[in-house]
């Protein structure tokens, strides 16, 4: 079974910090998911990431496919940000079955002001 | 806001109640997903739905069955739960089931619980 392991398990940090997350994932993934999700609520789909680096606004996502390994940064965080940001694998079509997600255990992001 | 619709958003049931949950999408996505949700836990893949037939069934209690009436709506009927199955029970929608383009939306989920 693909595996997504995520680190740091919690994160607080001032506001204005730059904020790095780390996941590791195994083979059989073909594509990360970052999601965010506030406590209580639904989850917000941020990036999906098959090679390279995406940006919207204030997060960046990169990935790096030899490595297997991606990173989420949020530049000049804020007390909103505060949050758990989930990585995800998205399974590689191995025999034309559909696949869910594999979910990381998640960060517990804090920003205090 | 989140374009895949979940209603209710919090529901308490007694162990004897029949009750549905309810997912809807209007993104033309063809596969549908329910997850179960543990408090400070991971999302667990309950059920895929690719062009509206069941295609993967995570061994799920039966006191869960999924339903798609059409590519737009998934229901979940509950029936005879337990309080461990009180969670927050999440839908999400892609484009397909697989494949690296086709990213998945989540709905804002439902509150079960079981009493």
């Known amino acids: 079974k693909n595996e997504v392991e995520q680190s740091p398990q919690n994160l607080t940090a001032q506001e204005g910090e730059f904020i790095t997350i780390n996941c590791s994932y195994s083979v059989g993934i073909s594509a990360l998911h970052w999601l965010q999700q506030h406590p209580g609520g639904g989850i917000v789909s941020l990036f999906m990431?098959?090679?390279g680096k995406k940006k919207h606004g204030r997060l960046i996502a990169t990935i790096n496919i030899q490595e297997k390994h991606s990173s989420l940064h949020i530049t000049a965080s804020h007390p909103r940000d505060s949050a758990v940001y989930i990585c995800a694998g998205r399974g590689s079509d191995s025999g034309g079955g559909a696949d869910g997600l594999t979910f990381g255990k998640g960060t517990h992001l804090i920003i205090q002001p | 806001d989140t374009e895949v619709t979940q209603t209710p958003k919090h529901l308490v049931m007694g162990m004897t109640n029949k009750k549905s949950l309810k997912c809807e999408q209007h993104m033309g996505h063809r596969a549908m997903y329910w997850y179960k949700q543990k408090a400070k836990k991971p999302p667990e893949l309950m059920f895929v739905?690719?062009?509206?037939?069941?295609?993967i069934n995570e061994s799920v209690p039966s006191r869960f069955s999924p339903e798609c009436p059409n590519s737009s709506l998934l229901n979940l009927h509950l029936h005879a739960l337990q309080p461990e199955d009180s969670a927050l029970y999440l839908c999400?929608?892609?484009?397909?089931?697989?494949?690296?383009?086709?990213?998945?939306?989540f709905g804002n989920g439902t509150r079960l619980t079981v009493t």
């Open positions: 739905y690719s062009y509206e037939k069941l295609s």
């Open positions: 999400a929608s892609s484009q397909v089931a697989t494949g690296v383009d086709s990213p998945l939306h």
């Open positions: 990431l098959s090679s």
